[in-house]
């Protein structure tokens, strides 16, 4: 590849180019007729926009569809595959996920590990870059080709200023405090960091290649640990005001209820999380309740979300009736969420949905229909997504390599 991205020329038509190349990067291997479909421009006008992108070595087509090898080649248009490469990484609470990326999205090299949260931020960290170094070594790429390093982070942050504001996990609050880790990444790698929330990774990763294909208005709910969301309104991330959108845990469900990790009480992630499921039933178990779930997990320690849900499924009446109020819970604030949003569609991820996703998706269901507005309700439908437990880290990549492209195109670099 001999024409870098960032020797792309401005011109009269940059915005077009923009639009087009985001496009092509959002749906790789697509044509030009979809492209025509897609933008409303006439097929001449996308015929030349691609030529010239074409021309200046930023797009090639013929590359093939993967797994369409046989019968008619179907000739699609990819941005150039060593064009530029992203990192993504996913730094959960309990993996670590990182992908090497072209700029289509595509994984050249990907690596996971546990997080072991508990080591504590320095070594955390530590272990994050090593594992990133390596990565990028398996992925044998030029390395002034890295454009862009994204982290996606499942604490409180602040987009803007690449900041932690707080990690609520037990033991980790004071370390990561006002924590700025894409300075220290950017330090690290001396390319471009995007920090960015884990959900709205997670929920970029559904929408171009899960359920969220399907919709341009709805709402992406993870449920894990703790709960989020990401917006999505005509196809792109709502993030309000200074970026903090999207946090459907912290919606009061019980005035008051718990205190929550935020300072309010009552919160939904206080009443509904992953966490808050384990607690109710270790909780109830503590209390002399009878149940499988501590025949099914050995111990109170090895208690988990898929042990609640196993437990159910066997009719154990401790875990079934702790799915249900929790369900409850989501689909309470769900309903609210109808009712302000009237969204196409709600799609739910995270460890509980992949735990026990027909358990809860019911519950959730029920709750909408009784209590949004008719309208709204009759017409929203309740999915669980599609997409597994390395959405997170290929999302991130994909959001890194749309600023990647935005750089280069408007000369910001
Ligand atoms: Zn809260």
Redesign the pocket.
Known sequence: MDAPVQKVKLGKAAQTELSILREIQAAPYTSRVELARQSGLSTSAITGIVGSLIAKGVVVEGAGMPGVGIGRKRIGLTLHPSLGYVVGVDLGTFNLRITVSDLNGISISKRELPTQIWRGRDEVLRTTFALIHETVAEAGIDKSKLLGIGIAFSGVINVQEGMVISYPRPGQVESWRRFPLREICEQEFGIPCLLEDSVRAIATEERTVGGGRNYSDFVYVDVGFGIGSAIFIGGKIYRGCNGSAG?F??M?VAENGPL?????HG????MASGATLIDIVKMAITKGVTSRVLELAGSMDGITLEVIAEAARDNDSLACRALSEVAQHIGTACADVVNLLNPEAILFGGALFRAAPELVLDHIKRMVRHRAMEKSANDVQLQIAQTKGDAGAHGIAKLVAERVIDRALTNRM
């Open positions: 946090e845990g912290h009061t929550c990790c935020c300072g309010n919160c939904l992630e206080a």
